[in-house]
C-alpha cells in the first residue's frame, strides 16, 4: 500500500512537470509592461492568505518556497501545487474595463530526509507575469486621420529550483535555494492610420520583440526560533535573492502588420537572437512572528528590492525605482485534534498587505494595497485543500496613469505522507 502512494505521488508530480512547463498569466496587469513584468513575492497559496508571510514561520503541513530554512518545518513528504484566477477592473479618468486571466501556478515538493534536521525541496514556480494589451489613439496633425497604436505583452520569468533546508544546532536553520531562471517576453506595437469613419487606409506597420532568458540564481535563508515557554514562540527569519546579471538573446523586426513576427518575410530585422543580458537587483527580506503551537500565528514582514539599478537587454533603464512590500498577517486553527467536527481542524489565515511597486510613471510611483484571506480544509488524514483569496487595488487615475482594482484567487491542494520513510512492517 505504501509503495502505491509512492507511486502515485511521483507520477502526479511528474504529470504536473511535463504538462505544465507553461503558466497561465498570474499578472494581467497593465503595468507589468516596465521591465520584465510584475514579480510575484507573496509565496504560494498558504502564504498568500496571510498577506504574504513566509519568511519567519512556516507549517510543517505545507511546502515553504519563501525561505528554504524554514522546511526543516516538514516533518512530512509534502507535494503542493495550486490554480490562479485574476478578475480586474482597469479604469482611466475616461474610463474602465474588465480583464481577467488564469492558470497554473506552481508546482512543489519537499521531502524529509532526516525528518525535521535536514530537507531537500523542489519545484516549478512563476517569478515574473507579462500580460498586458492597450490602444492609444490619437489625432494626426493637419490630417483628419486617427493613428491606432495597440500595444500588447505577454510571458514573464519562471524557475525550476532545488532548495534543501538544515538544522546545524538546536533552533537554528539555514537554507539555500538554486533556480534555474527561464522564459520569455514578447511585445508587440502595431501603428494603423484610420480614416473618419475609422477604417484603415495605407499601410499598416508593426514593431515585434521577442527576449528568451535562461540563468541560474541563488537565495539564502536563516531561521531562529526563540522558545518563550507555554508552548509560545518568537520566530526570526531573514532571506537575501541574488538575482544579478541575467542572460537572454533578443529578437527584433519591423515588418507590415501580422509579417514581424515571421522570421523570413519581408522587413526590416533590427535584431537576430543577439545574446546580452539584464541586471536584476537583489531581494532582501525579514520577518518576525509569535505563535502558540497548534493554536495561532501572527507575524510581520519587511522585503525590498532596488529596481533602479535594473537595466534591460539593450542597457536600458526604464521607469523603475526601489521597491518595497510589508505585510501582516496571521493564522488560526481553532483545535487541530478535534475529531468529531471537522470544521475545528480548518486553518483560518487573514492578512494586509502593501507594496510599493517599482513602477514610476508621469513622477508617480504605483502603490498596491490588499486585503487577504483564505483556509486550508483537512481532507484524507494530513493533506489539504489551500484557499487564498486577495482584494486589492493598485495605482491611481491622476497624472494620467491606471487604477486596477483585483481580485485574486488561488485554489490548490497539498497531499502529505508521514510513512514516506517509514519502513513497511506489515506487507
Known amino acids: 500500500m505504501l509503495a502505491v502512494k509512492r507511486s502515485s505521488a511521483l507520477s502526479l508530480l511528474i504529470g504536473f512537470f511535463i504538462i505544465n512547463l507553461s503558466f497561465g498569466q498570474s499578472s494581467s496587469s497593465t503595468y507589468s509592461s516596465l521591465g520584465v513584468g510584475e514579480f510575484n513575492n507573496s509565496g504560494l497559496t498558504q502564504n498568500q492568505a496571510m498577506g504574504g508571510q513566509g519568511i519567519s514561520f512556516g507549517s510543517p503541513f505545507s511546502v515553504n518556497n519563501v525561505n ?16 490562479n484566477y485574476v478578475n480586474m477592473q482597469a479604469a482611466t479618468d475616461a474610463g474602465s474595463e474588465e480583464i481577467d486571466g488564469g492558470g497554473l501556478s506552481y508546482v512543489a515538493m519537499s521531502l524529509p ?29 493637419n490630417s483628419d486621420l486617427v493613428s491606432l497604436n495597440t500595444i ?9 529550483y532545488l532548495s534543501t533546508g538544515f538544522q546545524p544546532i538546536k533552533n537554528l536553520s539555514l537554507g539555500i535555494h538554486g533556480s534555474y531562471l527561464f522564459g520569455s517576453t514578447i511585445r ?3 501603428l494603423e492610420l484610420l480614416n473618419p469613419e475609422l477604417i484603415p487606409v495605407g499601410i499598416s506597420s508593426e514593431y515585434y520583440e521577442r527576449t528568451t532568458f535562461s540563468d541560474v540564481t541563488v537565495k539564502g535563508g536563516v531561521h531562529y526560533l526563540m522558545p518563550l515557554g507555554n508552548q509560545r514562540n518568537l520566530n526570526f527569519g531573514a532571506i537575501y535573492h541574488a538575482f544579478g546579471s541575467i542572460r537572454g538573446k533578443e529578437f527584433a523586426k519591423m515588418a507590415e502588420l501580422g509579417q514581424a513576427a515571421i522570421p523570413n518575410s519581408p522587413g526590416d530585422v533590427l535584431s537576430d537572437d ?32 532596488d ?4 537595466t534591460g537587454f539593450n542597457a536600458t533603464t526604464g521607469n523603475l525605482e526601489n521597491s518595497l512590500k510589508m505585510s501582516l498577517g496571521g493564522q488560526f486553527v481553532p ?41 486550508s480544509i483537512p481532507v484524507h488524514t494530513l493533506s489539504l485543500l489551500n484557499l487564498a483569496v486577495k482584494l ?18 488561488s485554489f490548490g491542494i497539498s497531499i502529505n505522507d508521514n510513512s514516506w520513510f517509514y519502513k513497511k512492517v506489515f506487507e
Open 274 to 305: 543577439i545574446q546580452g543580458s539584464i541586471f536584476l537587483p537583489e531581494r532582501i527580506g525579514y520577518g518576525v512572528s509569535y505563535e502558540k503551537i497548534n493554536k495561532f500565528v501572527i507575524g510581520f514582514e519587511y522585503q525590498q528590492q
Open 188 to 190: 508587440t506595437n502595431q
Open 335 to 375: 483545535n487541530p485534534f478535534s475529531i468529531e467536527r471537522m470544521f475545528d481542524r480548518i486553518t483560518f489565515r487573514g492578512g494586509v498587505e502593501y507594496e510599493r511597486l517599482p513602477f514610476s510613471l508621469n513622477g508617480t510611483q504605483v502603490d498596491d494595497l490588499g486585503i487577504n484571506f483564505g483556509a
Open 152 to 160: 500588447q505583452g505577454r510571458g514573464g520569468l519562471s524557475e525550476v
Open 113 to 141: 530526509l532526516i525528518p525535521r534536521k535536514w530537507t531537500m525541496g523542489l519545484g516549478l514556480n512563476q517569478v515574473s507575469g507579462v500580460d498586458y494589451n492597450l490602444a492609444v489613439t490619437s489625432q494626426v496633425v
Open 392 to 409: 486589492g487595488t493598485r495605482g491611481t487615475v491622476e497624472n494620467g496613469l491606471i487604477r486596477e482594482n483585483y481580485v485574486k484567487v
Open 307 to 310: 529596481f533602479s539599478k535594473y
Open 68 to 83: 528554504p530554512a524554514l522546511s526543516t518545518k516538514n516533518g512530512a513528504f509534502s507535494f503542493q501545487a495550486a490554480f
